[in-house]
């Protein structure tokens, strides 16, 4: 078998030899040689494999990345942001548009006693002695004896109120020498109408004097206020010397709540 092999190859270098004669001899050898002309043109028709290339224009099948436009399908994620919906939940959290109402009347005693209950041991509580401002404030104390005063107005704190802020300005005189003893007192509080305190915005002494009006803040808590109505008190306890004068003025009691 190896012998009959090796005759083969011998023709077949024969043939090769005679391709290369000139083209156009019809020799059956230069048909043979065909077999080179089949070389050439391949490669150049290869090209086409460039065109092929157009397997890169199918790279169109990134633009059908597109499908990431059907990322769309994420903004239809909207539906997730309609989630909003829940936010809107604020709404019911927002279930109004808060207002702020002034609790007090005649905060600023203008209108002299109107609005105000008085419980005074002597003298008028409402007076033109020392305003913060205007004509009119309220001047509790200035006793040499043993007494107390009172001015109050019930108000009814609106249901659902989120904040309740006090302010006012508050000046204290006192005849008192003492440094250390609180002889002579005043409060700013709110307290059921029974007089039970709920709560103390300011305490002043004759420990807590000043060369002029002081302003005062105090945000109440709300939570078993807000919906009732309690009394909003100015209240003084004088010792049986050396009296204590105690004024306020410009009053204000605001309540933040759904109107
Ligand atoms: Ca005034
Ligand atoms: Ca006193």
């Given at each position: 078998m190896r012998k009959v092999a090796f005759v083969l190859a011998l023709v077949g270098c024969a043939k090769g030899g005679v391709?290369?004669?000139?083209?156009?001899?019809?020799?059956e050898t230069i048909i043979d040689g065909k077999v080179y002309l089949d070389a050439p043109p391949e490669p150049r028709d290869g090209p086409h494999v460039f065109n092929d290339a157009h397997v890169f224009n199918d790279a169109h099948v990134f633009n059908d990345a597109h499908v990431f436009n059907d990322a769309h399908v994420f903004n239809d994620a909207h539906v997730f942001q309609d989630a909003h919906v829940y936010q809107d939940a604020h709404v019911f959290m927002d279930a109004c548009t808060p207002v702020q109402t002034?609790?007090?009347?005649?905060g600023d005693f203008e209108s002299n006693t109107t609005g105000w209950h008085e419980i005074q041991f002597?003298?008028?509580?409402?007076?033109?002695?020392?305003?913060?401002?205007?004509?009119y404030g309220a001047w509790l104390g200035s006793y040499t004896q043993i007494a107390t005063d009172e001015l109050y107005q019930d108000i009814a704190v609106p249901a659902g109120t989120t904040s309740l802020v006090l302010t006012g300005y508050s000046l204290v005189y006192t005849k008192?020498?003492?440094?250390?003893?609180?002889?002579d007192k005043a409060y700013v509080s709110l307290a059921t109408l029974?007089?039970?305190?709920?709560?103390?915005?300011l305490t002043v002494t004759?420990?807590?004097?000043?060369?002029a009006y002081v302003s005062f803040t105090h945000s109440f808590a709300v939570a078993a206020v807000a919906g009732t109505t309690v009394r909003f008190k100015l209240n003084s306890s004088s010792d049986s010397s050396n009296y204590t004068n105690f004024f306020f003025d410009t009053l204000s009691l605001k309540a933040t709540h759904c109107p």
């Open positions: 391709g290369q004669l000139a083209q156009g001899d019809a020799n002034e609790l007090l009347v005649n002597d003298s008028e509580l409402i007076s033109s002695q020392a305003p913060q401002a205007g004509t008192e020498t003492t440094t250390s003893n609180a002889y029974t007089e039970t305190t709920l709560e103390t915005a004759n420990l807590s004097v000043t060369p």
